[in-house]
């Protein structure tokens, strides 16, 4: 072994001290060295971090197919001829051998799902693309080896899964689904136990506090890393840690696990960039940051349905009151959010918990079941159920079944204009870049909910779609690129750039992007409304979108967005300045504030 760095030992220790016995951690250390050797430490990838330029797809490998081809290659086929100029990253969804929940009942995380491809379809898409692998790593299949390995009494899989008493009381675990968190196997001896399984029976919890399974986890990782995984999404994390009498979900040791694996990650393969998916209130997801120490990225679980009441109920109160506190959660510049309106999950209502009440959450149910959609419950461990995701296309969602196809794409690509205007990285689902409805079809043959937005398509017919103007697959994916290929240029629009929200009236969103280095600023407008609606702002400037002057005074029709560029006055310009260098005065002495109250050393410079 090379020369290791001291301080990433000791970073180790530190972590691994917060989690593990103290008779463990210097065995762990050695095995996280042999591993970091193992994959190469550095050789994969130097420093890179997200700009204006990053623009994630989200899809299954085989969203788009095409006969005798494998649909990793159809993808890469895909992306190569439609998207070059138009995305970045491409985050696919889970792609191993899996028994159920479409890939995330995972049988081996270190195959590639034969029926998808092989690690070759991986590479050659790598080489076109960043990548973003799924690391489903709270939970396993019951068909995995590690399971059967633990069903038979071998050593090495040996506290590998966690063994519940079914008589103790749970209902202080916070559940996300109404399914039993603990399901009955037998052993090959003939014993009966009970397993943890937060989402399903067929999703068998991994018990973390085994030092065996860090290490597992920590393999895996570094596996996907080396294999052209930028992005790694740790996929349900905060639930890695069970302990009982607490809610078993963002425990400390799970954050510490999470900071262990970017430190190790930032070591080895450097670039790797850590993006959390917790589905939880906003404040409990943004928790993920630490202190800029853990995710690089956190999914930006509130806006997608706080979005979408907005545009229900053409009122805007309750979008801009959250938007306007979102400045100072992310630890610029090492971390941001990932911003999505869609995925295939469906939109998750817990996020909104703090900012709409229960009769506003109802509405957005009631609407989504009137629309043909579904509505799945969590148990709240008093024995009652509460809404808990929203299973419906997002475009289907936002529109009315008799809405021209002009008006539909005209309310979608307002939704995807204000996803796009956000502080952060956009992420954009495949069947949101595409245009596509809600898949009936798929979800009652299937009898899964979430089948709605995961339709199958087939290359030759999409293509064919793509091709024709006045298809509402063309004019959002057409609309889409447009509006990607003017954010693109623009340094407002950056991650690293501020963001101011404003208030317009209830009828329009309004926010502004500014690059400080280039003075480069955007005001965003948008009409949440289907009546037209006049603003004034104090700037002159031209209109990205349409390519109008603005010369104080517009007025934008219904669901017209624009993305007004303009420069400050002299006097404005000096007023922001120093506001400016207030709020980053401010926001630092909190900072050492902080420190001192929680006894924190102050960190060494290098």
């Not at 596996?223 to 996929?235: E, F, K, T």
Request: glycine fraction near 6%.
């Amino acid at each position: 072994m090379g020369a290791v760095n001291p301080e990433f030992v000791l970073r180790l220790e530190s972590l691994l001290s917060r989690v593990y016995p103290k008779e463990h951690i210097g065995d762990l250390i050695k095995k996280i060295l042999h591993l970091g050797e193992k994959w190469n430490y550095g050789a994969h990838r130097s420093q890179q971090w997200v700009d204006g330029t990053n623009i994630y797809l989200i899809t299954y490998g085989d969203t788009i197919s095409q006969p005798d081809k494998p649909p990793l290659a159809t993808l890469n086929h895909f992306a190569h001829q439609h998207l070059n100029d138009t995305i970045s990253d491409i985050h696919i969804l889970p792609m191993y051998p899996y028994s159920s929940d479409d890939g995330f009942s995972v049988i081996d995380y270190r195959r590639i799902d034969d029926h998808l491809g092989g690690w070759s379809d991986i590479h050659h898409l790598a080489a076109n693309f960043n990548l973003m692998f799924d690391c489903v790593i709270n939970h396993i299949s019951r068909s995995s080896d590690w399971l059967k390995g633990y069903i038979n009494d071998e050593p090495y899989y040996r506290d590998y899964f966690i063994d519940a008493n079914p008589e103790l009381d749970y209902s202080r675990v916070v559940r996300p689904r109404a399914s039993p968190l603990l399901t009955p196997f037998i052993k090959a001896d003939g014993t009966e136990l009970y397993l943890w399984t937060t989402f399903s029976e067929d999703q068998i919890d991994i018990n973390f506090k085994n030092p065996q399974v860090l290490l597992e986890s920590i393999d895996v990782i570094l596996q996907y890393a080396a294999s052209g995984g930028q992005s790694i999404r740790l996929d349900a994390i905060g639930y890695i840690w069970k302990e009982m009498g607490t809610p078993c979900i963002h425990r400390p040791q799970a954050h510490n696990i999470i900071k262990l694996w970017r430190t190790i990650l930032d070591e080895v393969i450097p670039g790797t960039r850590i993006i959390t998916e917790t589905n939880v209130p906003h404040h409990e997801n943004i928790s993920y940051f630490g202190e800029g120490d853990e995710a690089h990225m956190v999914y930006q679980f509130a806006l997608p349905p706080l979005t979408l009441h907005a545009f229900l109920r053409q009122d805007t109160r309750t979008l801009t009151q959250w938007a306007q506190g979102l400045n100072a959660e992310a630890h610029y510049p090492k971390t941001t959010y990932f911003n999505f309106l869609s995925s295939h999950d469906g939109i998750g209502l817990r996020p909104t918990e703090t900012f709409l009440d229960d009769n506003e959450r109802k509405y957005l149910a009631q609407e989504t079941q009137r629309k043909e959609g579904r509505v799945s419950y969590k148990d709240n461990g008093d024995g009652t159920h509460s809404p808990y995701e929203l299973n419906i296309n997002y475009l289907s969602a936002i529109t009315e079944v008799d809405d021209s196809i002009e008006l539909k794409a005209n309310k979608f690509l307002a939704a995807q204009a204000l996803l796009l205007s956000f502080m952060g990285v956009p992420a954009i689902y495949i069947h949101s870049l595409l245009g596509s409805e809600n898949d009936l079809e798929g979800m009652h043959q299937s009898g899964l909910s979430r089948r709605i937005s995961r339709k199958k398509l087939q290359l030759d017919d999409v293509e064919k779609e793509l091709t024709q103007p006045g298809s509402l697959r063309s004019r959002v994916f057409n609309g889409i690129k447009k509006l990607i290929a003017i954010r693109r240029t623009r340094p407002a629009f950056s991650p690293q750039a501020g963001q101011r929200v404003f208030e317009l009236g209830d009828k329009l969103f309004a926010l502004e992007r500014y690059d400080p280095k280039s003075e480069n600023r955007i005001s965003c407008i948008f009409n949440i409304s289907g009546q037209s609606q006049t603003f004034k702002l104090a700037v002159e400037g031209k209109d990205l979108i349409a390519g109008e002057q603005f010369t104080g005074q517009m007025r934008l029709q219904p669901w017209q967005v624009v993305w007004i560029e303009h420069k400050l006055k002299a006097p404005e310009r000096l007023g922001r300045l120093r506001r400016w260098r207030k709020k980053i005065f401010i926001s630092l002495k909190r900072s050492e504030a902080n420190r001192l109250l929680t006894g924190r050393p102050r960190k060494a410079k290098r």
